[in-house]
């Protein structure tokens, strides 16, 4: 695989999000009846990544979890927060008193990736070592927290959307650039970074690699029934992998004579030709290279 | 001020529930059963049965036996001598549920049949 194209220093990559807090004595318990990850013991500061799941396993939202003390602040994906919230307030006990509020135009996440990160944070005054995947540190309004991938990791950045003009010329007199979005998008691929695209009800945890957000041992939550059953049989029908190619792949359906069908959900011009993400039929995930016909050839990664 | 300090928190976020007249079956078993759980509270306890997030299908039934709250937000319903109350916001939900009652050793206890129910999770607990 060639090296990742990153920026000598950081890139800016606005997330799309959608924004709730949760406010109430339980509203910590609720969340660990709704999701998929144990959010029962998360003390203040913490940082747990679950999803939203349906009674089919399929993904609603991912869900990244802060809790604030007095609140719980929950990142979504773009386009559904108000699917999430309705789903959260439906299920709260007559006898418990949680309110839901929406805050999708209040907060702003970005996400910091490139070869000096650290020495970006470094000049805001931020210490890097402290900022780990599993906390939210606090700086200023905006919280930051970090997210490891195979090949490099994010630096996650939350920031009142007030405020995200003057952070983000911050972040740019430490040496970040912001990118037109192509770039970001397949920043985002190369990185392996899952959003909306993927994490739809099109598809299962499992067959997105996210079998860490699925805690099997909690107890039950929606989904779970599935979950398990995929669990027990060891691997999904179909997996996601990222394809480098010499151009674009559409988004979208493609059937692949030999192999069935592979689901692209994100493509984006690349450095040498092109990237995406795809779900391959699980008789094509250990290829190495994939004859998409037409005389079109991807290398085939996993993520 | 803090990540929540800023504008654009739109407060609280309130959703209509659907209210339909509820209606409540307890086979016989069942009823002596939740008589006999009640006991001598009978007169001054009440049994709530609500719906709650979590199960493997998306709600979980709850059966409580709590002192009567006198909250208009419940239905109150008379069931072969037993007070039941339902909350309005699951009222959709429980409507022409049957409550039965199986005294097994393996899997018995008050079980719930729901005809709103689109499906149901292997212990009987959950439905969506």
Partial sequence: MPPLDLHPVAEVIPSPCSVSVLKGNTAVEHLNRTLTVNTSEIQFGDRVDGLLCNANGRILDRLMVCNLGEEILLIGNHGVGEDTRENIIQGIPWDEEITVMNGDAAITHLRLVGRAVNRCLAGLGIDPLEIRQERWIEYGSALVSRTEYSESYVIEILVPSAELVAFTALLHENGAISSDRNRCESLRIELGILDYREMNPAFLPIELGLAHMVNLNKGCYPGQEIHARMDSRGRASREIVRLLLPARLAVGKHKVPGIGSVTVTASADAQDGSVALALLPRSAIDLEELDLGGGVVASVQSL | ?128
Wanted: glycine share 14%; proline share 3%; aromatic share 6%.
């Fill in chain 2, 1 to 128: 001020m803090g990540i929540l300090g800023g504008e654009g928190f739109s407060l609280p976020v309130v959703t209509s529930a659907e209210v339909v007249d509820v209606q409540i079956e307890f086979t016989e078993p069942a009823r002596l059963a939740m008589k006999s759980t009640m006991g001598e509270d009978e007169s001054t306890h009440v049994v709530i049965i609500s719906a709650e997030s979590g199960g493997c299908s998306g709600y979980m039934y709850d059966m409580q036996i709590v002192k009567d709250p006198n909250d208009d937000s419940f239905q109150r319903l008379e069931v072969g001598g037993l007070t039941v109350l339902v909350h309005n916001k699951n009222s959709a939900m429980l409507s022409g549920i049957r409550v039965d009652y199986k005294d097994t050793l393996m899997g018995g206890g008050f079980q719930i049949d729901n005809p709103n129910a689109d499906r149901s999770c292997g212990c009987g607990q959950s439905f969506g």
